[in-house]
Protein backbone atom coordinates (compact mmCIF):
# COMPACT_ATOMS: atom_id res chain seq x y z
CA UNK A 1 0.00 0.00 0.00
CA UNK A 2 1.51 3.23 -0.98
CA UNK A 3 0.52 6.48 1.22
CA UNK A 4 0.91 10.16 -0.37
CA UNK A 5 1.73 13.06 1.19
CA UNK A 6 -0.82 15.40 1.46
CA UNK A 7 -0.65 19.11 2.84
CA UNK A 8 -2.85 19.82 6.03
CA UNK A 9 -4.84 22.53 5.46
CA UNK A 10 -4.10 25.20 8.35
CA UNK A 11 -7.35 25.75 9.08
CA UNK A 12 -7.66 22.02 10.14
CA UNK A 13 -4.86 22.28 13.48
CA UNK A 14 -4.60 24.83 15.66
CA UNK A 15 -0.87 25.67 14.84
CA UNK A 16 -0.42 27.89 18.28
CA UNK A 17 -0.23 24.52 19.85
CA UNK A 18 2.66 23.41 18.33
CA UNK A 19 4.60 26.77 17.55
CA UNK A 20 6.12 29.45 19.56
CA UNK A 21 3.91 32.51 18.15
CA UNK A 22 6.56 34.93 17.82
CA UNK A 23 8.87 32.64 16.06
CA UNK A 24 7.24 29.89 14.38
CA UNK A 25 9.97 27.32 15.92
CA UNK A 26 9.06 23.86 16.37
CA UNK A 27 8.68 23.37 20.46
CA UNK A 28 10.81 21.49 22.19
CA UNK A 29 10.05 18.03 23.39
CA UNK A 30 9.74 17.39 27.27
CA UNK A 31 10.27 14.45 28.95
CA UNK A 32 8.75 14.29 32.65
CA UNK A 33 10.26 11.37 35.12
CA UNK A 34 9.29 10.84 38.39
CA UNK A 35 9.98 8.94 41.70
CA UNK A 36 9.57 9.03 45.22
CA UNK A 37 12.68 9.69 47.70
CA UNK A 38 11.98 9.41 51.43
CA UNK A 39 8.48 9.95 51.02
CA UNK A 40 8.57 12.97 48.90
CA UNK A 41 7.39 12.71 45.28
CA UNK A 42 9.46 13.87 42.59
CA UNK A 43 9.55 15.34 38.82
CA UNK A 44 12.08 16.21 36.83
CA UNK A 45 12.59 16.70 33.17
CA UNK A 46 14.55 15.51 29.99
CA UNK A 47 14.47 18.82 27.52
CA UNK A 48 17.03 18.60 24.47
CA UNK A 49 20.01 20.68 24.80
CA UNK A 50 20.31 24.59 23.30
CA UNK A 51 22.66 24.03 20.58
CA UNK A 52 24.99 27.04 21.70
CA UNK A 53 25.58 24.97 25.17
CA UNK A 54 25.81 21.31 23.96
CA UNK A 55 28.42 19.76 24.52
CA UNK A 56 27.94 16.43 23.12
CA UNK A 57 29.19 18.25 19.58
CA UNK A 58 32.26 19.77 20.74
CA UNK A 59 34.39 16.46 22.06
CA UNK A 60 37.06 19.53 23.69
CA UNK A 61 34.31 20.60 25.84
CA UNK A 62 33.54 17.22 27.80
CA UNK A 63 34.20 17.30 31.28
CA UNK A 64 36.37 14.29 33.37
CA UNK A 65 33.77 12.31 35.57
CA UNK A 66 34.66 11.58 38.63
CA UNK A 67 32.10 8.72 40.76
CA UNK A 68 33.27 10.51 44.10
CA UNK A 69 32.06 13.90 42.72
CA UNK A 70 30.49 16.18 45.35
CA UNK A 71 29.60 18.61 43.15
CA UNK A 72 28.32 16.88 40.07
CA UNK A 73 27.94 18.59 36.70
CA UNK A 74 24.17 20.07 35.56
CA UNK A 75 22.60 17.51 33.00
CA UNK A 76 22.96 18.77 30.01
CA UNK A 77 19.24 17.84 29.38
CA UNK A 78 18.28 19.33 32.58
CA UNK A 79 15.27 21.81 32.34
CA UNK A 80 15.13 25.56 34.03
CA UNK A 81 12.81 26.35 37.22
CA UNK A 82 11.07 28.66 35.37
CA UNK A 83 10.75 25.88 32.24
CA UNK A 84 9.39 22.97 35.17
CA UNK A 85 7.16 25.53 36.19
CA UNK A 86 5.40 26.37 33.35
CA UNK A 87 5.02 22.90 31.85
CA UNK A 88 2.71 22.00 35.22
CA UNK A 89 0.51 25.27 34.30
CA UNK A 90 0.60 24.04 30.66
CA UNK A 91 -0.66 20.84 31.66
CA UNK A 92 -3.51 22.52 33.90
CA UNK A 93 -2.15 22.35 37.18
CA UNK A 94 -3.49 25.76 38.36
CA UNK A 95 -1.57 25.44 41.88
CA UNK A 96 0.62 27.76 42.95
CA UNK A 97 4.39 26.31 42.68
CA UNK A 98 7.09 28.01 45.85
CA UNK A 99 10.67 28.26 45.76
CA UNK A 100 10.66 25.92 48.50
CA UNK A 101 9.30 23.33 45.99
CA UNK A 102 12.00 23.22 43.38
CA UNK A 103 15.60 22.15 44.21
CA UNK A 104 18.37 20.51 42.57
CA UNK A 105 19.26 17.16 43.49
CA UNK A 106 21.92 14.72 42.52
CA UNK A 107 20.29 11.56 40.07
CA UNK A 108 22.74 8.63 38.42
CA UNK A 109 22.50 8.21 35.18
CA UNK A 110 23.87 5.56 32.18
CA UNK A 111 27.23 7.75 30.62
CA UNK A 112 29.19 7.22 28.13
CA UNK A 113 32.28 8.79 27.00
CA UNK A 114 31.50 11.23 30.05
CA UNK A 115 27.59 12.76 28.38
CA UNK A 116 24.54 10.84 29.84
CA UNK A 117 22.72 9.21 27.99
CA UNK A 118 19.06 10.11 26.59
CA UNK A 119 16.30 8.34 27.79
CA UNK A 120 14.45 8.93 24.33
CA UNK A 121 16.37 9.88 20.66
CA UNK A 122 13.70 12.94 20.87
CA UNK A 123 16.16 14.47 23.45
CA UNK A 124 19.27 13.78 21.51
CA UNK A 125 20.63 11.15 19.45
CA UNK A 126 21.48 7.95 20.96
CA UNK A 127 25.58 6.68 20.81
CA UNK A 128 25.56 4.13 17.74
CA UNK A 129 26.62 1.23 20.23
CA UNK A 130 26.16 0.82 23.80
CA UNK A 131 28.81 -1.48 25.27
CA UNK A 132 28.81 -0.44 28.47
CA UNK A 133 27.21 2.82 29.89
CA UNK A 134 28.53 2.56 34.07
CA UNK A 135 26.06 5.27 36.20
CA UNK A 136 27.72 8.54 37.24
CA UNK A 137 26.12 11.19 39.28
CA UNK A 138 24.46 14.70 37.20
CA UNK A 139 22.38 17.50 38.92
CA UNK A 140 18.51 18.14 38.06
CA UNK A 141 16.28 20.59 39.16
CA UNK A 142 13.27 18.82 40.55
CA UNK A 143 9.76 19.74 41.82
CA UNK A 144 8.84 18.12 45.12
CA UNK A 145 5.10 17.84 44.97
CA UNK A 146 2.67 17.59 47.82
CA UNK A 147 0.90 14.31 48.10
CA UNK A 148 -2.78 15.62 46.95
CA UNK A 149 -0.95 16.74 44.03
CA UNK A 150 1.61 13.83 43.29
CA UNK A 151 -1.98 11.43 43.34
CA UNK A 152 -3.75 14.37 40.86
CA UNK A 153 -0.59 14.05 38.68
CA UNK A 154 0.01 10.41 38.44
CA UNK A 155 -3.84 10.14 37.65
CA UNK A 156 -3.80 12.60 35.15
CA UNK A 157 -0.89 10.58 34.04
CA UNK A 158 -2.71 7.27 33.76
CA UNK A 159 -2.52 5.24 30.50
CA UNK A 160 -1.18 7.96 28.57
CA UNK A 161 2.02 9.29 26.98
CA UNK A 162 1.19 12.62 25.93
CA UNK A 163 0.20 15.07 28.40
CA UNK A 164 -0.09 18.34 26.19
CA UNK A 165 2.03 19.42 23.09
CA UNK A 166 5.51 17.60 23.13
CA UNK A 167 5.19 16.74 26.95
CA UNK A 168 6.18 13.24 26.98
CA UNK A 169 5.24 10.96 29.69
CA UNK A 170 9.14 9.03 30.43
CA UNK A 171 8.99 5.30 30.85
CA UNK A 172 10.30 5.48 34.48
CA UNK A 173 6.79 7.25 35.54
CA UNK A 174 4.18 5.45 33.47
CA UNK A 175 5.86 2.40 35.03
Known amino acids: MRTKNVKIPTEAWNQEDYFESQQRVPLKMIILHASFLRGEFLV ?17 KRRKLRKDSVDPEPLPYDASAEKLSSIFKEIGFDFKISKKSIRSMT ?64 KDLSF
Open 44 to 60: WEETPEEPETSTAKRPG
Open 107 to 170: IWLPTLENQPLPSSPLIADPPESVREAPPAPWKVTVLRLPLERAVEFLCRSINRQILGPGIIIG
